[in-house]
């Protein structure tokens, strides 16, 4: 699986966008880009993911740049409980039986301020 | 709730002893995934079974094994438990043959080792 980097920590007033960044300049053209969060201790939650298209859904937005190398996560209104850290991950469509692991990295630690 | 359970959520233990950690997935998957997170090596992936089968090892010793049973519940075992061992052990489950795939995570065992 490409290997993504993201930022160790970042902080965001309560209400205002959190734009999360992530590099995978690796990235080959099967393999899509998936976002999971995990609070304190709790199993990690999946937001999003796409391929190559902005993507957008009820919890964030998900924007890839045209050379698929980077994308951000849109958190568009922060609030106290998307305190978490987030995980970029890069991996090819799992279909059928396929192998559908998730490699987490050491994710973006993402901290809403009042 | 993501719809996966696990049993128990706490659990202590000594040195040498060997315990089992009990994940039932969310009703109609057929992959279950095993993960372990302690605080020096992150989210690490273990193993994964599909149908019964398994698919996938990621860094699983030899101590611990799993099994996916014939109702799709799974166990992992964990023996001749070392200090180290303590961490906290996520089960996932996914409905593979979906275009999303997305992973679903139980809420953990944390598992003490003294």
Known sequence: ?114 | DSGVTQTPKHLITATGQRVTLRCSPRSGDLSVYWYQQSLDQGLQFLIQYYNGEERAKGNILERFSAQQFPDLHSELNLSSLELGDSALYFCASSSPGTYNEKLFFGSGTQLSVL
């Open chain 1, 1 to 114: 699986d490409a290997k993504t980097t993201q930022p160790t920590s970042m902080d965001c007033a309560e209400g205002r966008a959190a734009n999360l960044p992530c590099n995978h300049s690796t990235i080959s053209g099967n393999e899509y880009v998936y976002w999971y969060r995990q609070i304190h201790s709790q199993g990690p939650q999946y937001i999003i993911h796409g391929l190559k298209n902005n993507e957008t859904n009820e919890m964030a937005s998900l924007i890839i740049t045209e050379d698929r190398k980077s994308s951000t996560l849109i958190l568009p209104h922060a609030t106290l409980r998307d305190t978490a850290v987030y995980y970029c991950i890069v991996r090819p469509h799992a279909g059928g039986t396929s192998y559908g692991k998730l490699t987490f990295g050491q994710g973006t630690i993402l901290t809403v301020h009042p």
